[in-house]
């Protein structure tokens, strides 16, 4: 569990909350979101109040589209990870946001084995992370089963990336299908760390969350303080289930985690994750599954709490669905639940399926698994529910255009 | 040799059948790729094998072997069987 120092950084960080919120350079763009969901994908541009939606899809109809997301480094090109209940997955790519769509020529897929050796395949691209400012058209993917593929050409052809798809030890980590989470255990939360290209992140379900400092040469495991499964043994990695983890932009140095056992905060350098989910109210508790940041303050994070006592009914706790907010970096938890139904409301959120934009203030953004999308032009105070009877929504991703 | 396209993977190919050549089953799809880009990756998977609920028929009669010879006068069907929600 040795790791390497980081890099010195240049970040600096604004010495108030009121200093970091007002620290955006750029006039806000239009909001668009990007809705991908189990039967095809849609695209709700916004006014420039984010009031008004207007519909753009669907795009793939029948195809289950696990994510999609746009290039921040082109803001043109948008890669959709998709396959259907019969046809093999692949990644389709447009670079005229959504215009017209071409399919990845090699889209990501396991080593073939040796004659005699089981191999692995590819069920579907689950995560894509565009890589570093930097590196313009890498691209990382995460797959069911458990694997981590990268592009160099804007998603056109994918590789395997680094040792960890073959690696013994990775392997053992990952479980079988067996222990997996019910559609297909899943790498997720590729992160990369702005300052450096080098330096990155990514949680799998099960097999916990890992760090390389050395571009994926070498990987460590991040897993102190994290919690698993009652009776379960925490130092075996193949336990720990992390359902998303987020790095703050306005400080890299911080992360959020949401666990299938708590949400959980972690500085760095330190190792060890605290739980600063057990500040949330006991009757809601802190499982669920997605995790989102604040664009501009590390001290502000929102979480959508499902149900997960009992036989983890995945629903909202007692069919009232809230987010609930830290502004102070998990002490304290607000429940955000204005205009969001009162009662028997039995969906839920998935972890690919909340997001922020970055404008002042901050829209927040979420799908459920019962096809509606809902929207807070003011930080969760106040939602609104702008579109429904979708299908079920694996994911929502807020972008700017200019 | 004529080969039937299923209904989901005509985004690839516009039409229902099309003219492929090859000497084994594994030839063809390797030919179908090279005139429809990406078709055999949604059919097979990177172990060689058919994915689950693809289903090859060769003048009739069910085919699993990627190296089953074929001829030229041979009517391939590629059948997707049904199921999911």
Not at chain 1, 126 to 150: K, M, N, V
Not at chain 1, 166 to 178: A, F, K, L, N
Not at chain 1, 320 to 339: C, E, H, I, Q
């Amino acid at each position: 569990m040795a790791r390497t120092p980081l890099k010195p950084t240049a970040r600096k960080r604004a010495s108030t909350p009121a200093a970091k919120r007002a620290s955006r350079s750029q006039p806000p763009g239009r909001v668009v979101l990007l809705v991908a969901t189990r039967k095809g994908a849609w695209l709700y541009r916004g006014d420039a109040k984010r009031k008004t939606w207007q519909v753009d899809g669907p795009h793939f109809l029948g195809h289950i589209v696990s994510h999609m997301r746009l290039d921040p480094r082109d803001g043109r090109t948008l890669l959709a990870a998709a396959k259907t209940g019969h046809l093999g997955p692949t990644v389709f790519r447009s670079t005229n946001l959504g215009r017209t769509w071409t399919e990845a020529t090699q889209p990501p897929a396991f080593a073939k084995a040796p004659a005699g050796v089981a191999g692995r395949v590819v069920d579907h691209t689950f995560w894509l992370t565009p890589g570093h400012a930097s590196e313009r058209d890498t691209w990382y993917a995460g797959t069911s089963p458990q694997g981590l593929f990268r592009s160099e050409d804007g998603g056109v052809t994918w590789a395997p990336f680094s040792t960890i798809n073959d690696d013994p030890q990775y392997r053992e980590w990952m479980g079988t299908v067996q222990d997996g989470t019910p559609d297909g255990p899943k790498l997720h939360s590729i992160i990369v760390d702005p300052r450096d290209p080098a330096h990155l992140y990514f949680a799998m379900s099960g097999g916990g969350v890992h760090e390389s400092t050395d571009g994926g040469r070498s990987w460590s495991t991040l897993v102190m303080g994290l919690e698993v499964v009652g009776g379960f043994d925490p130092s075996t990695i193949t336990f720990h289930d992390p359902h998303c983890v987020r790095l703050c932009p306005s400080n890299p140095d911080r992360l959020y985690q949401q666990n299938h056992c708590g949400i959980y905060r972690l500085d760095r350098p330190g190792d060890q994750w605290l739980r600063v989910g057990r500040k949330m109210p006991k009757r809601v508790g802190d499982i669920g599954f997605p995790m989102v940041v604040h664009p501009r303050d590390d001290d502000i994070a929102w979480v959508f709490p499902m149900d997960g006592t009992s036989v983890w009914p995945r629903t909202s706790p007692q069919g009232r669905p809230a987010a609930y907010m830290t502004r102070n970096g998990g002490k304290t938890w607000r429940r955000l639940d204005s205009g969001l139904p009162g009662s028997q409301a039995w969906w839920t959120v998935k972890r690919q399926a909340m997001a922020a934009d970055a404008q002042d203030p901050v829209g927040l953004y979420f799908g459920t698994t019962s096809g509606e999308l809902w929207a807070s032009p003011d930080e969760g105070a106040r939602w609104s529910c702008i579109a429904q009877h979708l299908p079920e929504i694996y994911a929502v991703e807020a972008v700017e255009l200019a | 040799m004529q080969v039937l396209i299923p209904t989901s993977l005509r985004s690839y190919t516009r039409v229902s059948r099309v003219e492929a050549a090859g000497a084994t089953l594994g030839d063809v799809l390797a030919d179908l790729d090279r005139q429809f880009p990406g078709i055999r990756f949604r059919m097979l998977d990177e172990q060689e094998q058919l994915r689950p609920h693809m289903r090859v028929f060769v003048n009739g009669k069910a085919i699993h072997d990627l190296a089953q010879p074929l001829r030229a006068t041979d009517d391939v069907s590629i059948v997707q069987a049904l199921s999911g929600g």
